[in-house]
């Protein structure tokens, strides 16, 4: 018999599991894809969007529970459309969202290189061990279209990818981009979720360290969701230039400089 994903465990039989929860995609049938990774595009059709190398212990036990849980904190706070400034706050369980976030994330990217440190983790997401291999930090911004042309690429709320670009400052007035990078960061990767931008920094093993993570906290607009705090101000993450791009995401400079930008080009029409 072929090995659960998450437990491992080669004795129990697979079921299939959604990729996206289908409680949430479920909700929004006016979408019609989802995007793992940059290019590839499945259906958001329920029958589709299936893996199905997931044990039924682990569908119907621990991952149910974080889908209901994390179902409810989208539709709660994330469901809706946002405005620009508007600052969502919301209230949290730290160590079952960020369970939530990673099995959505190694849902949508195992086939990939790039989820090897999601998949190292897979039984913390499940709850069989305490603590993740290594360090993470997990922020969160709102999601809100800014897009200069609307309908020029589809509308893509359910998306996971890794390796994003941080940009710290915009390609409107700097020639050269400089992109945030930071040798002790492993992988970082970035999930979207309606109107909710998860960015989730996993660092290299004994090099996380909280200057650095502060650092990381002050340069984007994202707000650190922390295991001792259960409340947070959720601002918002996209600009007019990366609103269709996941995988660009802008610092607060950037965004400062994206806003000014097509408020500059408004103003010549
Ligand atoms: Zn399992």
Redesign the pocket.
């Known amino acids: 018999m072929k090995k659960?994903?998450?437990?491992?465990?080669v004795n129990?039989k697979l079921t299939a599991e959604h990729i996206f929860p289908f409680g949430l995609i479920s909700k929004f049938p006016e979408y019609k894809y989802a995007f793992l990774g940059e290019k590839k595009a499945v259906k958001l059709s329920p029958k589709k969007q299936v893996i199905k190398d997931?044990?039924?212990?682990?569908?119907n036990g621990a991952l149910s529970k974080l889908d209901s849980y994390g179902n409810k904190f989208i539709m709660d706070y994330f469901s809706r459309n946002l405005s620009p400034e508007q600052i969502v706050t919301i209230r949290y369980d730290y160590q079952i969202l960020l369970k939530w976030v990673m099995k959505i994330l190694f849902n949508s990217l195992r086939k990939n290189d790039s989820s090897s440190w999601l998949k190292k983790n897979s039984k913390y997401m499940?709850g069989k061990v305490e603590k993740t291999t290594s360090e993470v930090s997990l922020f969160l911004g709102t999601y809100v279209d800014l897009a200069p042309f609307q309908n020029m690429f589809p509308s893509l709320p359910f998306q996971g990818i890794s390796e994003p670009k941080i940009l710290l400052s915009s390609r409107a007035f700097h020639k050269e981009i400089l992109e945030y990078r930071n040798e002790n960061i492993e992988i970082i990767y970035v999930l979207r979720l309606c109107n909710a931008i998860f960015l989730l920094v996993c660092w290299k093993e004994n090099r996380w360290n909280s200057k650095e993570e502060e650092a990381l906290n002050g340069l984007i607009p994202h707000t650190l969701l922390t295991p001792n705090n259960n409340t947070g101000k959720i601002a918002r993450s996209t600009d007019s230039f990366n609103c269709e791009h996941l995988y660009l995401v802008s610092s607060k400079k950037a965004q400062f400089e994206h806003d000014i930008y097509m408020k500059m080009i408004v103003r010549k029409k």
């Open positions: 659960c994903a998450f437990c491992e465990d129990n997931v044990c039924q212990n682990c569908n499940i």
